[in-house]
């Protein structure tokens, strides 16, 4: 079976902090994406990389980066950490090819005071 | 573009009822589809899918079949349990236009006994 896995369920962070939301696959997949969930607004991509050092911005790029050194990994990172972005993050691999499904990670709730 | 409409929930449907989630695309191309199902607390998991006009995709008792005429690809199950309430999404896939995948906002179903 596939597996993501992200770093952390929950979190709790205050305004201002730099937040690392990691994400792990083990089924050498190229693509990984990392995708926001808020209610009423379904799936957000904010970013997502089809190789190791390779990044696109997705469609809320704004307030976040991200790190891909190695295949398995895939780094979401909140330079300062704002209220607005409270909200479900959703890690995702796949292999390419527009056939092929995409495996989620359990996702990370978080919190910013 | 590539869009994905579902209808809106929540949907609430006594044990055993019959259920069906709507779903209609837009797409460049001949797009994979794709419904995605979350438990509460979870990340989002395949249900099922379908890769070609015509093709009926299953799983667990829930089916959808992939219509290009109509451009859409309705979720149905004949008799629903208290075990499948969950957030059920629609998604698609396009051919050459990258990696993205498109999701729809989610339909909440909640079965009650």
């Known amino acids: 079976d596939v597996k993501v896995t992200q770093s952390s369920r929950y979190l709790v962070k205050r305004t201002g902090e730099k937040v690392f939301l990691e994400c792990v696959q083990d089924m050498d997949h190229e693509n990984m994406f990392w995708y926001r969930q808020d209610p009423g607004l379904g799936l957000r991509l904010i970013y997502f990389s089809y190789d190791v050092k390779m990044k696109e911005k997705g469609d809320i790029p704004e307030g976040y980066s991200v790190s891909r050194e190695k295949k398995e990994r895939f780094s979401l990172i909140l330079e300062s950490a704002s209220t607005n972005q409270t909200s479900m993050y959703l890690c995702?691999?796949?292999?390419?090819?527009?056939?092929?499904?995409?495996?989620f990670g359990p996702g990370t709730r978080l919190l910013v005071l | 573009g590539n869009s994905v409409t579902q209808m809106e929930g929540p949907v609430t449907l006594s044990e055993e009822a019959f259920l069906t989630i709507n779903c209609t695309y837009t797409?460049?191309?001949?797009?994979?589809l794709f419904w995605y199902v979350q438990y509460p607390g979870e990340g989002l998991q395949l249900l099922l899918k379908?890769?070609?006009?015509?093709d009926k995709g299953s799983n667990k008792g829930f089916e959808a079949t992939y219509r290009k005429e109509t451009t859409s690809f309705h979720l149905e199950k004949g008799s629903v349990q208290v075990s499948d309430s969950a957030v059920y999404f629609c998604?698609?896939?396009?051919?050459?236009?990258?990696?993205?995948?498109?999701f729809g906002t989610g339909t909440s179903l909640t079965v009650i006994p």
């Open positions: 379908a890769t070609k006009a015509d």
């Open positions: 998604a698609l896939h396009p051919p050459n236009t990258g990696n993205q995948f498109y």
């Open positions: 797409a460049t191309g001949y797009p994979s």
């Open positions: 995702a691999s796949d292999p390419q090819g527009y056939q092929e499904t995409q495996y």
